[in-house]
């Protein structure tokens, strides 16, 4: 499961409130993308979700219950960051086996997970070698791996392909739409990319200045944008 929802979560850095109050609610299995600018906070906004940050105020629930004060390993969700996160020096299997090592799920559940998650991004071919005998694409693909063996109940991604060049951002795009297709599991994907918005969501969430523009389906916003800023983000003739 992996409903979350935000009640009139604010957030301040010092003096500057960088989320005014917000409500969103995520269904469980939905692909969301959070969209806008930079700066509006969708990074912000994605990290008090995950518990990497603490809220100013409001509340958090996933799958109805409070997980507002709830550090970020109690909260059953997994953050996949930019390739570059990987350990260097450890093995494909080890990066993605480490969250279990340090959750200390038994050895052969390991194993179990990592044929499985290899299995399903590619990487079975790949899982002795190191991080830096892998192309930009693979290495992506271990760190999703290595979310995917905490089985969560939700992936959080933070402009995860941003990274990878033109080409490699198609495929990638592709991949991991596939792995929400597979895996049912809900995501929360956060992009200033336009066309990963429309191409990738169920409901996109526009954000300006850290409120909620709009929040509908890609259809829904192209062909309703409720003003110029929507429509200019979407690419909407309005
Ligand atoms: P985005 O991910 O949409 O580019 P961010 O969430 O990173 O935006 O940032 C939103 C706003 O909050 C920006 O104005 C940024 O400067 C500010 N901000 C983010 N993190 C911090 C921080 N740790 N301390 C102070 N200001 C911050
Ligand atoms: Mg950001």
Redesign the pocket.
């Given at each position: 499961m992996g409903r979350i929802t935000l009640d009139k979560v604010t957030k301040r850095?010092?003096d500057?409130e960088?989320i005014p109050p917000l409500d969103l609610t995520i269904e469980d299995g939905e692909f969301v993308v959070f969209v806008?600018?930079?700066?509006?906070?969708?990074?912000?906004?994605l990290?008090l979700i995950a518990g990497l940050?603490d809220v100013s105020s409001g509340e958090i629930r996933i799958d109805g219950q409070p997980a507002t004060d709830l550090p970020p390993a109690k909260r059953g969700l997994a953050m996949v960051f930019q390739s570059y996160a990987l350990y260097p020096h450890m093995s494909v299997r080890k990066n993605i086996a480490f969250p279990m090592k340090m959750a200390g799920v038994p050895q052969e559940e390991q194993n179990r997970r990592i044929e499985s998650a290899a299995a399903a991004l590619n990487l079975t071919d790949y899982l002795d070698r190191r991080p830096g005998q892998l192309s930009g694409g693979q290495r992506q693909r271990v760190a999703i791996g290595r979310a995917i063996v905490r089985e969560p109940a939700a992936f959080l991604f933070?402009e995860p392909l941003s990274n990878l060049d033109a080409a490699l951002r198609v495929g990638m795009r592709l991949e991991i739409s596939e792995l929400h297709n597979r895996l049912a599991t809900t995501m929360i994907y956060?992009t200033?990319d336009q066309v990963e918005a429309m191409t990738m969501a169920d409901k996109i969430v526009v954000?300006r200045a850290?409120h909620i523009e709009q929040v509908g389906s890609p259809l829904e916003l192209y062909r309703n944008p409720r003003n110029l800023f929507v429509a200019g983000f979407i690419g909407s003739p309005k």
């Open positions: 850095f010092g500057v960088v806008g600018p930079s700066g509006c906070g969708k990074s912000t906004l990290r940050e933070d956060v200033h954000l850290g």
